[in-house]
């Protein structure tokens, strides 16, 4: 994961964080949450109050901080499931102070 990327770049940090706040609340085992932009859209509008563009989700699988997931729901939507969970909480609490 490309940690040294996304301290650079505010925006991601705060998709990243949208991203993880919908996949705990996610019932399914850890290891069987997927989020979508759809999902994690919402989170985010709820938390900084403003849209991003899909395109952050493939940023952040390219970062390594998502994976694309291959599940068989129907649609037109790209699931990605979140790498290292923790990592992305321990993140999470080092930027809550600066977002």
């Known amino acids: 994961m490309n940690v040294a ?4 770049n505010p925006e991601l940090q705060r998709v990243l964080l949208a ?5 705990k609340t996610e019932p399914l085992p ?6 979508c932009f759809k999902w994690v859209s ?4 709820e938390m900084f109050n403003r849209e ?3 395109a952050k989700l493939s940023q ?4 390594g901080f998502l994976k ?4 068989s729901r129907g ?21 809550a102070v600066a977002l």
Do not use: M, N, S
């Open 30 to 35: 850890p290891e069987q949450r997927v989020i």
């Open 52 to 54: 991003f563009h899909p």
């Open 75 to 95: 649609g037109h939507r790209r699931y990605y499931k979140i790498v290292d969970p923790a990592l992305v909480e321990a993140l999470a609490r080092k930027w």
């Open 60 to 63: 952040l699988a390219k970062l």
């Open 19 to 23: 991203c993880y706040e919908y996949w």
């Open 42 to 45: 919402g989170k985010y509008r």
């Open 5 to 8: 990327e996304i301290e650079r």
């Open 68 to 71: 694309k997931d291959d599940t």
